[in-house]
């Protein structure tokens, strides 16, 4: 019974990182591994309700200028603000970049750190553990929130 329960526990709890990571990584990879990407800044002159827009100005060799990419509107990203950014490949979807950008790429990942610390210190038993998790998730919450 208890091999039953530590066996599903465990198993919970490695889907939600995973999840996480699933989550994170979408946005992550174009921040992350920049090699041959277009890298530029982005002036936002419009938001809407979920995405905001604005003129691309290039950084990188070999980026081209474009009068409008588009961003997600959120608190990392104001009207009126600069951003840099690096332009997701194929599209007029960029992510920001530098250290602000890669700490809230992981923010999903941060959330998944939270939740499953509560089922690793509850399920399984391993306060230690769960702690861990819960701090680690926490420390990267707060670092993208001041990073931003």
């Known amino acids: 019974m208890r091999f039953g329960r530590v066996a599903a526990m465990g198993l919970v709890s490695v889907l939600i990182l995973l999840a996480g990571v699933w989550g994170s990584w979408g946005s992550a990879q174009h921040v992350m591994l ?5 890298q530029g800044t982005v002036e936002v002159t419009r938001c809407g309700e979920d995405m905001c827009a604005g003129p691309y100005t290039p950084l990188s060799a070999g980026s081209t200028a474009r009068a409008r990419v588009v961003i997600d509107k959120s608190v990392a990203v104001r009207r009126g603000g600069t951003y840099t950014v690096v332009i997701k490949p194929g599209s007029d979807e960029v992510v920001r970049s530098g250290p602000a950008g890669v700490l809230y790429a992981w923010v999903p990942f941060g959330g998944a750190l939270l939740l499953a ?12 553990a769960g702690w861990v998790l819960a701090g680690s998730g926490l420390a990267l919450l707060t670092a993208a929130f001041v990073a931003v």
């Open 34 to 38: 920049t090699k041959g990407r277009e």
């Open 117 to 128: 610390s509560v089922v690793v210190a509850g399920g399984l038993g391993r306060v230690r």
